[in-house]
Structure formats: structure tokens, C-alpha cells
């Protein structure tokens, strides 16, 4: 059974710092993207990061640019996501995803094989 849980949300006051980590089991965790999008209130779920099978290659969604990294630990099957400079507008569900990957593509579209059940992220101004 694979379970993808995700950790680490909570408040954060603007400017601050938030690190969530996913922790994988019951999949091949090098032969899957690994990526973490967010669901803000009356917004569509949108792709933040994400990293290669394997690793190597990762993708930034514009926002997120320069005050997030996302890291990918072989050995433990996880994945973290460093944020900085949060603002309120990161306000929002942060979900871990994984999906099979033949190649090193990072999909941004929100149709992953396998989803967690999300971490809410607040930042208070």
C-alpha cells in the first residue's frame, strides 16, 4: 500500500520560514516525480515543486522561485520543501505527490498517481 504523509505545516508569521517534509513507503521511490502542490481557499489546486526520478532535475513553479527548495533524500524516501519569505498569500493545503515517471519530466499538472492527505500552511500578517 502506498502512503505518501506529509508534516511540518502549521502558522508562520510573514517573512518567516516553513519547512514540511513527505515521508514515501509502499512504492519504488526512485522511479517517481516527486512534487508538492498547494490548494489555497477558493483556489484550484496548483503545482508548487517538484523533483526527478532519481533526482538531478527540479522545477520551480514562478512564486516559488528563489524562497522555496525542494530536496529529494535517496536513502530515505522522503522529500522536503524549504519555504522562505512567506507571505499570506502561501496560505494554503500543501500536498505531496508522486507519479511514475519513465523519464526525468516533472508533470505540473495535478493528476499524480498518488497524492498525501495534505499539511495547512497559515501566515499571519
Known amino acids: 500500500q502506498v502512503q505518501l504523509l506529509e508534516s511540518g505545516g502549521g502558522s508562520v508569521e510573514t517573512g518567516g520560514t516553513r519547512e514540511l517534509s513527505c515521508a514515501t513507503s509502499?512504492?519504488?521511490?526512485?522511479?517517481?516525480?516527486i512534487s508538492w502542490f498547494r490548494q489555497g481557499p477558493g483556489k484550484d489546486r496548483e503545482f508548487v515543486a517538484g523533483v526527478a526520478r532519481e533526482g538531478g532535475a527540479v522545477e520551480y513553479a514562478d512564486f516559488a522561485k528563489g524562497r522555496f527548495g525542494i530536496a529529494r533524500d535517496q536513502i530515505r524516501n522522503t522529500v522536503s520543501l524549504m519555504m522562505t519569505s512567506l507571505q499570506p498569500e502561501d496560505t494554503a493545503i500543501y500536498y505531496c505527490a508522486a507519479d511514475f515517471r519513465s523519464d526525468k519530466s516533472i508533470p505540473r499538472a495535478p493528476d499524480y498517481d498518488f497524492w498525501g492527505q495534505g499539511t495547512q500552511v497559515t501566515v499571519t500578517s
Open positions: 509502499g512504492l519504488t521511490f526512485e522511479l517517481y516525480a
